[in-house]
């Protein structure tokens, strides 16, 4: 690489970047130990309250991936999935105060076969995914509500069906596609081939994709992506014929916030100067126009860390941690608006359960390069884990640069997690910045601001830097700015939508 050349957003891609999701973060769910304290996989779990009665067939990765489409495993690992995805669910909503376990508003039920699904917008550590080019139960292969489908599998209803313009999955349907510019309203999400041809990995993944469905259908806010649509038939989706595992249909993005910064911002937002070079944000050599300019780039990137920020206080508020914070899993809409996704690893955390030190007893989780030094040596955490990861993002933001580019995962441990090395903060030379950097990424845990001070320091570095501009309206995040929806709002019967019909669920927990 030539000196001075910057990475590409491919280039960038390390051993730091993919999320760590290890099995036991789903059980923490299922709360299942055996008597040497080993943490068994869900499957495992299942296995050790109804021991079936032969074991199911082997499945070859490598044959079941080459089956595309056409996928599928034995019947009796979809039913323990369906399982144990519903038990999970139950688990996690019976102390909620988010989830819901009675209805949602606004989610078209719809099949996999109804869909056509177009390119890929993205990859992650367990699902894939895809534009909607339509939805319509009309395409090749659609099958019909009198398909032989037992019914118990398919006949989840909406409760007010007869609301005007009220069924969601109509809507789906007539708006899929924006007429005007002739692009796509939404987009699926679903776990790649072979994470469903491995029952541990299907299991898991799917506990994420319906926990993070629920979520998302119990969250309302402009910079948190938007569930649209779920499995017809909810879990026991993966009963049917060909099944493809559990799906969410989202609000379609444009634009990753990791692409934004390494293509667009790089060009348009870098401003030349005569001293320090390399990026540096300072004014002391530069003529006024320089200056100008680079106070109002900082100040439209300092408004998408704003937004950012309005996001994590919803969710802390509700006392959510996120887990997952970088840029990849940031994006943008049609409007420009940026939105959180991919909430696979957010946990409600349970005041009860918090330790003395006003930590608590969580998996590892997240992506190494944001992950706050507690949570990477696997020791108690809390909410500050989620401003230590906001903080790296904004010296990301602000510098334009990745922070601890060139580090293995080795050196990170020893001299990020243990040694508290950090990136160079003097990139930033806005002073106020500066200093929320520095403690936002404090290595203690207990020196970091809460989100609601970081919200309201950007707020009002955003007021200085864009003076006029920084409206009450344009700083607001009591409104939703969202893609079409219908006036009125059918709700759909969670508890119907999350059962499971498999016999191991005839006995409550």
């Given amino acids: 690489m030539k000196p001075g050349r910057r990475k590409t957003v491919e280039e960038l891609k390390d051993v730091l970047s993919p999320t760590t999701h290890k099995p036991s973060s789903v059980e923490e769910e299922m709360n299942a130990t055996s008597a040497t304290h080993r943490v068994l996989t869900p499957l495992e779990a299942l296995e050790r309250e109804e021991e079936p009665e032969e074991s199911p067939p082997a499945v070859n990765p490598a044959a079941a991936a080459s089956n595309g489409p056409e996928l599928d495993i034995s019947l009796r690992i979809h039913e323990k999935v369906a399982s144990v995805a519903s038990k999970a669910y139950r688990k996690a909503s019976a102390k909620s105060g988010v989830l819901s376990s009675n209805k949602v508003a606004g989610v078209g039920l719809v099949k996999f076969s109804h869909i056509e ?215 943008f809409d049609v409007r420009g608006d940026i939105k959180l996704f991919d909430l696979g690893l957010v946990k409600e955390l349970d005041p009860k359960k918090m330790k003395k030190d006003g930590n608590y007893k969580l998996s590892m989780a997240g992506t190494p390069r944001y992950m706050a030094p507690e949570c990477g040596k696997r020791k108690r955490y809390n909410l500050s884990a989620d401003v230590y990861s906001f903080t790296m993002l904004l010296w990301e933001i602000i510098t334009m640069r990745q922070p601890l580019e060139d580090f293995t995962y080795s050196r990170l441990q020893a001299e990020v997690f243990e040694d508290g090395h950090r990136p160079n903060i003097k990139l930033i030379t806005n002073k106020h910045m500066r200093e929320l950097v520095r403690l936002g990424w404090h290595q203690d845990s207990s020196e970091r601001p809460s989100i609601d001070t970081v919200y309201e320091e950007l707020k009002l570095e955003i007021m200085v830097l864009q003076g006029k501009k920084a409206t009450d309206k344009a700083l607001s995040h009591d409104r939703r700015r969202s893609t079409h929806v219908p006036g009125r709002l059918s709700t759909v019967d969670v508890s119907a939508l999350l059962r499971s019909s498999c016999a191991d669920l005839t006995n409550e927990d």
């Fill in 117 to 331: 699904v177009g390119q890929l917008l993205g990859k992650g550590s367990f699902s894939n995914v895809y534009e909607i080019t339509k939805i319509c139960s009309t395409l090749p292969g659609a099958t019909s509500d009198e398909d032989d489908c037992p019914e118990e599998l398919r006949n989840v209803t909406y409760t007010d069906k007869d609301a005007d313009n009220g069924d969601p999955r109509d809507h789906l349907e007539k708006n899929y596609e924006r007429r005007s510019s002739r692009t796509f309203r939404y987009a699926i999400k679903f776990l790649k081939d072979d994470i469903l041809s491995n029952p541990n990995s299907y299991a898991v993944g799917t506990v994420d994709l319906v926990i993070e469905g629920m979520f998302l259908a119990s969250l309302t806010h402009p910079n948190i992506i938007k569930v649209r649509g779920l499995p017809e038939g909810g879990v026991n989706s993966l009963l049917q014929p060909n099944a493809k595992g559990y799906f969410l249909v989202l609000d379609r993005l444009f634009d990753t916030l990791e692409k934004r910064i390494y293509e667009s911002w790089q060009e348009e937002h870098r401003v030349e100067d005569t001293g320090g070079g390399g990026g540096c944000f300072c004014f002391g050599n530069k003529n006024k126009q320089a200056i100008e300019d680079e106070k109002k780039y900082l100040g439209e990137r300092l408004k998408v860390a704003f937004d950012i920020s309005a996001a994590l206080k919803f969710l802390h508020n509700k006392n959510i941690i996120y887990r997952d914070l970088k840029p990849e899993n940031l994006g």
